[in-house]
């Protein structure tokens, strides 16, 4: 009797030997006469718990992890195979309590399936939205997009339905859909996630957006840090073009859609997605002025559709399940779920998909369990380096755009990075603005000489000289990058400057004695 094993493939996996775990496991059932057939899945998120090593039982799958190569001569000896009992065994994964609580709609095949197979896809409920796209005219889709009220989660929070309407109604006899894998943010990872353990689920959204806009070609701009995903949606692809659910006749329906992955080169600034377009066509990676918007005037100048990783993986679910099942999760004009990626000092750090309106405290304490350091939380930082810097009082702040934006923060990409007591904050603030200065594009004046002086000034607060002289520099510098850069990149580099100024203002003033000569 054959007994399969889910050993993961998520770089993270990987990263902690999960590829030695796997060639150890074989060996050790081979040795023992054991018939075993190991897939390689996704992560389903438990990173701490990583390599998480599942076996498929009459009873449903069993989970041990942290699983070493060193352990499993132990677990096979305590009956890996049947589920046994062992310090290691987890149970059913889906009981576990950070996976119990979660509200997986995006997120429900990850570490479920097999990445690249089809069949395995469509077993677990896959291309079903697609299905029900099929069946419905271009102003039905982006009907049933708008009415579920998705949002951009990229880090705009744009309302998808909005610009995909905008495409769909653009004259053109060539389109395209654009995906933005380039995940540059500190603290997020869910787009790699998605893209090594449901690549399909990304495959089908695209299609979906295709055929809703017109659009027969689609690019998935990735970014060269991440290996694993590129070989697996290349796969995927070639997978799915032979299983016809790509190409020129999807699913029987005469309607085409192609696609490409296209590898980035390392730039923070092509996350912005006009200057994603300009490296997508060759040239050097730096923003367009608008207008013309992207979905009229795009790439190679034509109509084109641009979402994140997580805007198209929502749109499978709203199309079988409908707009309103989906609309039914969130709170406010934030609805849906949003894949929190939970990192830095914390115990228990993972992907939480979860409805908007969680707070930051329930995250970091309820599913975080608190510092890795055992210290007392003293910031946050959501939403990328661009993101602003949160004390303790502003932890019961939901996740929702609107209540983030009102406490002078924003959700971003979801990413939560946490800090111990022992952070200085002063040192973050020069961080944002060194970050800026090495990754903005160099357009605008704002953005390229602003960080710079920005972070020159914080050199000098930081060795005490003059420090409410320079932080009123740093006030000015930060207001002209605000109201003067041309995009996101320098607009955004002054809020976890000033957030940190605000909140920690003790960082910025108990630095040593100035005197005239230091200066």
């Known amino acids: 009797m054959s007994v ?24 050790g059932a081979e040795r023992r006469g054991l018939d075993v057939e190991i897939i390689r899945t ?3 998120g438990l990173l701490w718990l990583e390599p998480m090593v599942e076996v498929a039982t009459p009873e449903g799958r069993i989970a041990y992890g942290p699983v070493t190569p060193g352990d499993v001569e132990a677990l096979l000896n305590a ?21 119990a609580r979660q509200h997986r ?35 039905g889709i982006v009907a049933a997009v708008r009415e579920s009220g ?31 894998a380039d995940e540059g943010d500190s603290g997020t990872f869910a787009d790699r996630m998605m893209m090594e353990g449901d690549p399909f689920n990304l495959i089908e959204g695209m299609t979906i957006a295709g055929i809703a806009t017109g659009a027969t070609r689609g690019y998935i701009y990735l970014r060269s840090e991440y290996p694993q995903a590129f070989e697996t949606l290349k796969e995927a692809i070639a997978n799915g073009v032979k299983a016809g659910v790509l190409g020129a006749n999807v699913l029987g329906s005469s309607k085409a859609f192609h696609l490409e992955v296209r590898l980035g080169a390392g730039a923070y600034i092509c996350g912005e997605e006009t200057s994603l377009l300009e490296s997508l066509e060759g040239k050097r990676g730096i923003v367009r002025a608008k207008p013309p918007i992207p979905a009229l ?6 109509p084109t559709l641009v979402n994140n990783v997580m805007t198209f993986t929502a749109v499978p679910y709203i199309l079988e399940h409908g707009a309103k099942a989906y609309a039914d999760y969130g709170m406010g004009r934030s609805l849906g779920t949003l894949a929190i990626q939970l990192a830095g000092n914390i115990k228990r750090g993972g992907l939480i998909e979860y409805a908007f309106g969680i707070t930051l405290r329930e995250i970091i304490e309820d599913f975080g369990g608190g510092t890795a350091s055992g210290r007392p939380v003293r910031a946050v930082q959501v939403g990328g380096p661009l ?6 009082h502003l932890l019961d702040t939901p996740l929702d755009y609107e209540a983030m934006a009102a406490k002078k923060g924003l959700v971003g990409h979801g990413g939560i990075v946490v800090f111990d007591d022992t952070v200085d904050m002063a040192k973050q603030a020069r961080f944002a603005f060194e970050f800026c200065a090495v990754e903005s594009c160099g357009k605008c004046t704002p953005c390229r000489i602003g960080a710079t002086r920005g972070v020159e000034t914080m050199d000098k607060v930081i060795a005490g000289i003059r420090p409410a002289e320079n932080l009123a520099v740093v006030a000015d510098l930060c207001e002209v990058m605000t109201d003067g850069s041309l995009c996101a990149m320098g607009g955004l580099t002054p809020m976890p400057v000033m957030s940190a100024i605000t909140h920690f203002p003790e960082d910025f003033q108990r630095r040593g004695p100035m005197s005239v000569a230091a200066e």
């Open 297 to 302: 005037k795009g790439f190679l100048g034509q």
């Open 42 to 44: 996704g992560s389903r």
């Open 105 to 139: 709609l995006t997120f429900q095949r990850c570490g479920v399936v097999d990445p690249v197979s089809v069949v395995d896809y469509r077993e677990h409920g896959g291309y079903r939205g697609l299905e029900a796209a099929l069946k419905l005219d271009a102003e």
């Open 387 to 392: 993101g602003a810097y949160f004390p303790d």
């Open 150 to 180: 998705l949002r951009g989660r990229g880090g705009a929070g744009f309302p998808a339905g909005i610009k995909w309407n905008t495409v769909m109604l653009a004259k053109s006899e060539q389109k395209y859909v654009v995906c933005n």
């Open 4 to 27: 399969t094993i889910y050993v993961p493939r998520d770089a993270v996996a990987l990263g902690l030997g999960a590829n030695r775990v796997a060639r150890a496991i074989f060996a």
């Open 79 to 99: 009956g890996l195979a049947e589920g046994g009992a062992h310090a290691l065994r987890l149970g059913k994964p889906e009981d576990i309590p950070y996976l």
